[in-house]
């Protein structure tokens, strides 16, 4: 056998593997912490295909599962949560923004990466570095830190959230608007949520949701800032079906079985994600990115975190 053929050999049994375990993520056995542990670990020891694009499968993923998992929220709940949360959600989004410049400036950090850093905090994560990303005209060095950044505290998030709501006593509803506002990624929220109750779950997928339509009009504020191109801002329109399928399991009861059906497929693919989000963090993606943006995401972080965590428990 010659060496290409060996070295091919491998390839193809690690990728079968890399299928199965991902696929066994569909599984209830398998938790969101679980699944992004076995991502990491695969792509670790090398494992995770280099002939797949990770990045946009996994955000093909999201998208139609947090679509599936508007069949599942009641428009009432919806908007009665979305507005009794408004205040909560503009004032996090301006203090982190505001606060990330700040720090940026202070930690002699570059401005955009900076931006996007705080974007990604102060929004949902990666998709909004990846809207903000070409209307500030970012390169893809900048976009790719800012992204390692988020996905990093993400992680972490996942498994420390629920321990602390746990640890706190907090209600269903309480946790789920803490993580929606302090947690970046929709994927890690719907992660978090889920293995806190079914409720949270709900709560957090509303308010995250809320919160995530506020992209298009920091995408604006930022091409101004930086002047930069609006035109090419990068609107997830994922946002506009979730809105339509809270619609049309009101306005059309009949598809109950359905849609319920819907909603549980869509929380085990987003299981699938995360082990995917997993896959795409390797110990190599975590040292590129420095110590500064990691020092201004956890800064921010914990500002956001202990602020809102603090509003909710004293003033909820």
């Known amino acids: 056998m010659t060496t290409?053929?060996?070295?091919?050999?491998?390839?193809?049994?690690?990728?079968?593997?890399?299928?199965?375990?991902?696929t066994a993520c569909l599984l209830p056995i398998v938790s969101s912490p679980v699944a992004l542990i076995l991502g990491f670990t695969l792509a670790s020891i090398g494992w995770a295909p280099d002939q797949v694009h990770l990045g946009a499968l996994t955000k093909k993923l999201l998208a139609y599962s947090i679509v599936g998992l508007g069949f599942g929220i009641q428009l009432e709940t919806a908007l009665s949560i979305s507005i009794a949360n408004l205040p909560l959600i503009l004032g996090s989004i301006i203090l982190t923004l505001v606060l990330g410049f700040g720090l940026t400036k202070l930690l002699k950090l570059d401005g955009k990466t900076g931006h996007l850093v705080a974007s990604g905090t102060a929004i949902c994560g990666g998709s909004a570095i990846a809207a903000v990303s070409p209307a500030i005209r970012a390169n893809s060095e900048q976009t790719a830190i800012a992204l390692a950044t988020v996905f990093i505290l993400n992680s972490i998030a996942l498994f420390i959230f629920p321990a602390i709501g746990h640890a706190l006593s907090m209600s269903q509803h309480d946790f789920g608007?803490?993580?929606?506002?302090?947690?970046?990624?929709?994927?890690?929220?719907?992660?978090?949520?889920?293995?806190?109750?079914?409720?949270?779950?709900?709560?957090?997928t509303t308010v995250k949701l809320a919160r995530a339509l506020w992209i298009i009009p920091i995408a604006?504020?930022?091409?101004?800032?930086?002047?930069?191109?609006?035109?090419?801002?990068?609107?997830?329109?994922?946002?506009?079906?979730?809105?339509?399928?809270?619609?049309?399991?009101?306005?059309?009861?009949?598809?109950?079985?359905?849609?319920?059906?819907?909603?549980?497929?869509?929380?085990?693919?987003?299981?699938?994600?995360?082990?995917?989000?997993?896959?795409?963090?390797?110990?190599?993606?975590?040292?590129?990115?420095?110590?500064?943006?990691?020092?201004?995401?956890?800064?921010?972080?914990?500002?956001?975190?202990?602020?809102?965590?603090?509003?909710?428990?004293?003033v909820h």
């Open 177 to 204: 608007v803490w993580s929606a506002i302090a947690i970046h990624d929709t994927s890690s929220v719907v992660g978090a949520a889920s293995a806190y109750g079914s409720e949270a779950l709900t709560t957090a």
């Open 220 to 314: 604006f504020i930022s091409a101004m800032l930086f002047k930069g191109d609006k035109n090419k801002m990068a609107i997830p329109y994922f946002i506009g079906f979730y809105c339509l399928a809270i619609a049309v399991a009101h306005f059309v009861p009949a598809g109950e079985v359905v849609y319920g059906a819907i909603f549980e497929v869509s929380k085990r693919v987003l299981v699938v994600c995360l082990f995917l989000i997993g896959a795409g963090i390797t110990i190599q993606k975590m040292k590129s990115t420095g110590p500064k943006p990691l020092i201004l995401g956890v800064l921010l972080w914990l500002a956001i975190g202990s602020s809102s965590l603090a509003y909710i428990l004293l």
């Open 4 to 22: 290409e053929a060996s070295n091919k050999t491998p390839n193809k049994i690690h990728l079968a593997l890399f299928i199965l375990i991902g």
